[in-house]
C-alpha cells in the first residue's frame, strides 16, 4: 500500500480510502465487518463514511452504514487502527428525514454528537460539511444559475467558530469540505488565514476517468492551498468496471437497483468507457485498474475513495495501489480525453 499525510497535518493516510455507503443497503452488516477486516489487513487505514448512508438515503436506513462501523469498532478494538472520516449532510428535499436547518450550531452539534454514538468513538479525525448549504454546482450540475429565491446562505465564520469548539472539546481533530466549489474553498481558506480559525484540510469531490472536472478550477486550489483531495467516485458508479458495456444490466448492480442513479450513464460516458476499456486491453490490465491507478497517482490526489458490494471486487480495487500507469498509457487516456471530455458531469 501506497501512503501520504493529509496536508497541514502529521496524519499518515493509505493512498487507497475505504468507502462505505453501501453498508446496510447493498451490503449486509456481515460484509461491511468482511470489507473492514479485508481493507485493514491490506494496509488500507482510512475509512470515510456519512451519517446520510447508505444511500440512497432514507429514514428506514438513516445512519445505519455508521451503526455498522461503530459495532465493528467495538467487536474489533480497531478504532485506533483507522483514521476516520464522517460528514455532516446538508440541506435538501433527500435529506428533509435528517434535519432541514442546514449548518447552524445547533445542527451541527446534533449530527456530530449522533455520528460519535454510532461509530462508538469519542472523536473524529476529519470531520466533512458534506455538500454547501447555498445554491453551488455539485451533484452533477454543470453551471451555475443564480436562484433569486435561494434561502440557504452559508454562514462561513460561523461554521468554523462552531467547529473550532469542537476541536477544542476533543471530538474532532481536522475538518474538510466535500462537494464543493473553488469559491466556496477559497473562502473558507481565507476566513480560516484572517480570523484564525480552524483551515480546511481536504475536499471530497467526484474525480474519474468521465469526470475530471476538478481539474477545471478545484485542482488549482488544491495543490497552491494544499487542500487535500479525497476523490469519490472514482469508478462513475460502476461504469468504468466495465459490466454496464454492450447494453448489458447485471442483476445487484447499482443501475439495476437504482435506476435514478444514472448519473454517468449518458450515450457519451459509454462511448468514452468503451475507449478507455481499449487501452486497457491494449496493456493488459483490467478495466477497472486503469481507472482507479489514474485516479490515484494524480499529483493533487491525498486519497482514492474506492467502494465495492462484493469481496473481489473489493479486492480488485485496492490492488489498483501497486499499479503506476506509464507515460504511454498517460498520453493514450489524455487522447480519449480530448476527443471526449468529461462526459459526465
Known sequence: MKYTTIPHTDIRVSKICLGTMTWGN????????????????????????????????????????????????????????????????????????????????????????????????????????????????????????????????????????????????????????SNETPWGAMKYLALSEHKNLPRMKTIQNPYSLLNRTFEVGNAEVSHREQLGLLAYSPMAFGILSGKYRNGQLPDKSRLKLFPRMARYNSEQSLAATDAYAAIAEKHNMTLAQLSLAFVTDRPFMTSNIIGATTMPQLKENIGSAEITLSQEILDEINAVHDRMPNPAP
Open 26 to 177: 447493498q451490503n449486509t452488516p456481515q460484509e461491511g465487518f468482511e470489507q473492514m477486516d479485508y481493507a485493514l489487513d491490506q494496509g488500507v487505514n482510512f475509512f470515510d463514511t456519512a451519517e446520510l448512508y447508505p444511500v440512497p438515503a432514507n429514514a428506514d436506513t438513516y445512519a445505519d452504514t455508521e451503526r455498522i462501523m461503530g459495532d465493528w469498532f467495538a467487536q474489533t478494538h480497531n478504532r485506533d487502527k483507522v483514521v476516520l472520516a464522517t460528514k455532516i449532510a446538508g440541506p435538501g428535499s433527500y435529506t428533509a428525514h435528517i434535519r432541514t436547518s442546514g449548518f447552524t450550531p445547533e445542527s451541527i452539534r446534533e449530527a456530530l454528537e449522533g455520528s460519535l454514538k454510532r461509530l462508538k468513538t469519542d472523536y473524529i479525525d476529519l470531520y466533512q460539511l458534506h455538500w454547501p448549504q447555498r445554491n453551488a454546482n455539485f451533484f452533477g450540475k454543470r453551471d451555475y444559475t443564480p436562484d433569486p429565491n435561494e434561502k440557504w446562505e452559508n454562514d462561513f465564520q460561523q461554521i468554523l467558530e462552531t467547529l473550532e469548539g469542537f476541536i477544542k472539546e476533543g471530538k474532532i481533530r481536522h475538518i474538510g469540505l
